[in-house]
């Protein structure tokens, strides 16, 4: 009687322990949706000895408690932690009931580690073969919820796009982006996958109004593949609808001014403005971008930024694209080439471009951008044409644009940056084109000027620049063009500027400049425009000009310059505009000047001129011909010419 009572006593605690695991596993269960499979654990694995029939009835009998499916269950449906507290039952029942029994203790300090190998081995390879046997070779793969760290931006009172990480923007080499390639998805196995590149978030994709849920349903709509493709694809489509401004009712197809083949063909490579390149990286496409003047409207997205193993250039010149740049286009670190002028851009400079080391062209010009030229961008040491003008930038150049070496064109013009031209810009020295024109700029032309070997044009006009010309200059041996217009210089014009043997264009007016025209200008045979006027310039015009063959334009209006008009002046057969109004020039017109065949506009009034204007100068027909030939006593008589009254103030 005492042992039955035992025997049932103890069938009694061993059933309280096994509800007490069961529970345990049922709540573990519960979290992986593997309930039954998590409560088969404890029934395969709990040994009823022979003595023990009544509980082996409870529960179907011993047959029922051997049906060795562990390792479908604990070894393969559920997590590292949730399998974990699921060994630690099931070994914790089978230790205390074989140690417990043969109450030696070395039992424990053997069995267990052995057990824990043998269980861990045996899921492992169930699992394993699992997945090789109860897979359909067709399904689609399971792919875990991975959440993403979503890419959080502020932006300031101007409009400025400032990054806090940069987190949830994986390598795509490390996400999806490689995997399943070639696999067609079904439309929440897609949304997966496209929320797991880290870009997009969840509440984009899932908004019926954003560009992001039409490209989305657009992939889901053509069975879309994985891989890189698939990125491609989303990335290009969520451009595609995120620069159609469809206020005006028109459909999104015919907003672009070109679209051809845009989301109806699955090869990228004949959408209008994608060209691929023959050469691959890592299996990789290779394109470039360019949708130059077609229509484009909205602003850029960010999942553009997935491109960034792919595209080598893009060219959204002359559109209406809006919006700041943002901070993350920095991953796209295959560009070479980004150009985006002519568009309505807002916000600031990223500094953080500067990781786009691989740069050659960055073309940023006449948009709304404000704010500071980066000191970062000292680092694009690999950029040759950087344009920036017609902007709202401000704030001094800082002297680091002189660590970019590589520069052959630099677009500063039209923005209001102030204080000096630094003179570190003397070390670009494969500088061509340098524009700093229509700026605040103040101080001298810095001396180091000169050492721009390569230049051939000069862009330094309308500034409040003061001081003389460096002499330097005349060591700018290729130069085209010299632009200081509109400016405060003085001195006098450097008799070394004749040694610039290839320059055509001198734009020198509206400054303070005094003396005479050099003679030995006399050189510059290829001189085509010369402005010098409203200076303070004297002196007269030397028969040297003659050698001034293919001049089409010479103002020298608005100085103090004398003497007779020189006969040589006739030698210039090319001249279409001579104005020399408001000096004092005196004598009879050269009647050489009649063979100035090509002359167009002739200003020649509030000067002492005197004499007649031959009918063969008439017969030039020049489109306007002005003369101090008007007033009771008119010092020039003409028949052809617009008369002025010399006795009135000039204008």
């Known amino acids: 009687m005492v042992d039955t009572f035992e025997t049932v006593r103890r069938n009694e605690q061993r059933r309280l322990e096994i509800e007490r695991q069961l529970a345990a596993m049922e709540e573990v269960a519960t979290m992986n949706h593997s309930l039954s499979n998590s409560m088969d654990v404890v029934w395969d694995h709990v040994q009823v000895e022979d003595d023990d029939d009544d509980m082996a009835g409870m529960y179907g009998g011993k047959n029922n408690l051997h049906r060795h499916r562990f390792a479908s269950t604990v070894g393969g449906g559920l997590s590292i932690m949730d399998r974990l507290v699921a060994w630690h039952a099931v070994i914790m029942s089978i230790l205390e009931r074989q140690c417990s029994r043969k109450k030696v203790t070395i039992c424990c300090m053997i069995l267990f580690p052995i057990l824990v190998i043998f269980f861990l081995g045996f899921s492992m390879g169930e699992h394993r073969e699992k997945e090789m046997i109860d897979v359909p070779p067709n ?24 990054e806090s990480t940069d987190k949830g923007i994986n390598n795509p080499k490390e996400t999806a982006t490689s995997k399943g390639e070639g696999k067609v998805f079904s439309p ?3 949304r997966i996958r496209l929320l797991d590149l880290g870009v997009t978030q969840p509440e984009q994709i899932d908004n019926a109004e954003s560009p992001q849920n039409a490209a989305y349903r657009w992939m ?7 891989g890189t493709i698939m990125t491609l694809k989303y990335a290009l489509a969520t451009l595609f609808y995120s620069t159609h401004n469809e206020t005006a009712g028109l459909k999104a ?17 004949v959408w209008h403005g994608v060209k691929c390149m023959a050469a691959t990286i890592q299996d990789h496409k290779v394109f470039r971008l360019n949708l130059t003047a077609n229509g484009l409207s909205g602003s850029l997205p960010l999942e553009l930024v997935l491109l960034q193993d792919h595209i080598v250039a893009l060219d959204l010149t002359n ?23 002519y568009n309505s851009l807002t916000g600031t400079l990223p500094p953080r471009f500067s990781e786009l080391t691989g740069l050659t062209h960055l073309y940023l010009d006449d948009n709304e951008i404000h704010g500071y030229f980066p000191k970062e961008w000292k680092a694009l040491t690999n950029l040759e044409g950087l344009g920036l003008y017609k902007n709202l930038l401000e704030g001094t150049l800082p002297k680091e644009i002189g660590d970019m070496k590589q520069l052959m064109a630099l677009y500063l013009d039209s923005n209001q940056f102030e204080g000096s031209i630094p003179s570190e810009m003397g070390s670009l020295q494969k500088l061509v084109d340098l524009r700093l024109r229509h700026n605040r700029l103040q101080g001298t032309i810095p001396f180091e000027l000169g050492n721009l070997a390569k230049l051939k044009l000069l862009y330094l006009d309308t500034n409040l620049l003061t001081g003389d010309l460096p002499f330097s200059l005349a060591q700018l041996v290729e130069l085209r063009e010299l632009h200081l217009y509109h400016n405060e210089l003085d001195g006098t014009l450097p008799d070394e500027l004749g040694m610039l043997d290839h320059l055509r264009v001198i734009y020198f007016d509206n400054n303070k400049f005094r003396g005479t025209i050099p003679v030995a200008w006399e050189s510059l045979r290829n001189l085509e425009s010369l402005y010098l006027f409203n200076n303070q310039l004297d002196g007269s015009l030397t028969p040297e000009i003659g050698g001034w063959t293919k001049m089409i334009k010479m103002r020298l209006e608005h100085n103090k310059m004398t003497g007779r008009l020189p006969s040589e002046l006739g030698q210039l057969t090319n001249l279409e505009t001579l104005y020399l109004r408001s000096n004092q020039f005196w004598g009879e017109l050269p009647t050489e000047m009649a063979k100035m065949t090509s002359l167009q506009e002739v200003d020649l009034a509030y000067n002492l001129l005197t004499g007649q ?24 008589k003409c028949d052809c010419c617009e008369c002025i009254d010399p006795s009135k103030t000039a204008p």
């Open 253 to 269: 197809e015919e907003l672009w001014k070109n679209s051809t083949n845009w989301l109806d063909s699955d090869d990228i490579c």
């Open 613 to 636: 204007v031959s009918q063969a100068m008439c017969d030039l027909d020049p489109v306007e011909f002005v003369v101090d030939c008007g007033g009771s006593v008119p010092p020039i």
């Open 188 to 190: 929440d196995e897609l």
């Open 319 to 341: 559109n209406n694209i809006m919006g700041p740049l943002h901070p993350m286009y920095r991953k796209m670190h295959r560009l070479t080439q980004l150009m985006l002028g």
């Open 220 to 226: 889901s709509d053509h069975a879309a593949e994985g």
């Open 139 to 162: 399904a689609a793969p399971t792919i875990p919820m991975v959440p993403t760290t979503p890419t959080s931006t502020n932006t300031d009172v101007g409009g400025t796009t400032t």
